[in-house]
């Protein structure tokens, strides 16, 4: 078992719709989560970080962390083509720093206008 | 000049020859991690340096080794290239150890090796 799960998609939704994505992880000691967006050929940018469990939101986005199910989400609401891209979410155990960011597959996203 | 910036873009060698990636860091950046990113894959952390000095390290290999230079910018070296080291290589710049809010990634250095 891999120690971030993610499904890799295609995940195809039509503009404006509220879109759901979503990771499972195994390791219980992380305690920093983070999704990144990828667009082809670029990389990646940092959307939301969250420390612990809980909600945070930043305009249309809301990242989601149950520590209790292993389960982190992020919706994005009113989608647009632009957000268009390949959704990774990434976790790390110490705040140091120096055990790195262990990612998921990522999740390709697709914004039908 | 602002953000991550890594050079070559693109890279072909053969395999068992050697390789040297750069990144500069951004501004105000002194720390420097690097990421392997296979095609259809998430990144993998290789290792990371802060003030020159390597302070963590990913499940890689030995061939896999590093430098930090003063003025933060690093450089990638992988010895013995194999054909499954054919994948996308990230920098990431942040201005200390673990502050993932400024977390900044490069495009990336694309390295095929046949």
């Known amino acids: 078992q891999k120690e971030v799960e993610q499904d890799p998609g295609p995940l195809s939704v039509p503009e404006g719709a509220i879109v759901s994505l979503n990771c499972t992880y195994s390791n219980s000691a992380f305690q920093y989560f983070m999704w990144y967006r990828q667009y082809s050929r670029k990389g990646p940018e940092l959307l939301m970080y969250t420390y612990s469990s809980g909600n945070k939101e930043d305009g249309r986005f809301t990242a989601q962390v149950d520590k209790s199910s292993k389960y982190i989400s992020l919706f994005i609401r009113d989608s647009q083509p632009s957000d268009s891209a390949t959704y990774l979410c990434?976790?790390?155990?110490?705040?140091?720093?120096?055990?790195?960011?262990?990612f998921g597959k990522g999740t390709h996203l697709i914004i039908q206008p | 000049e602002t953000g991550v910036t890594q050079s070559p873009t693109h890279l072909i060698k053969t395999r068992g020859q050697q390789v040297t990636l750069r990144c500069s860091s951004q501004s105000g950046h002194n720390t420097v991690s690097w990421y392997q990113q296979a095609l259809g894959q998430g990144p993998q952390f290789i290792f990371q340096?802060?003030?020159?000095?390597?302070?963590g390290r990913g499940n890689f290999p030995p061939r896999f080794s590093g430098l930090q230079f003063p003025n933060y910018s690093s450089e990638l070296n992988v010895n013995a290239l194999e054909l499954d080291d054919s994948a996308l290589y990230l920098c990431?710049?942040?201005?200390?150890?673990?502050?993932?809010?400024?977390?900044?990634f490069g495009s990336g250095t694309r390295l095929t090796v046949v």
């Open positions: 990434a976790m790390r155990v110490s705040g140091g720093g120096a055990d790195g960011l262990t």
């Open positions: 990431a710049s942040s201005p200390t150890p673990g502050t993932e809010s400024g977390y900044t």
């Open positions: 340096y802060y003030r020159e000095e390597e302070n």
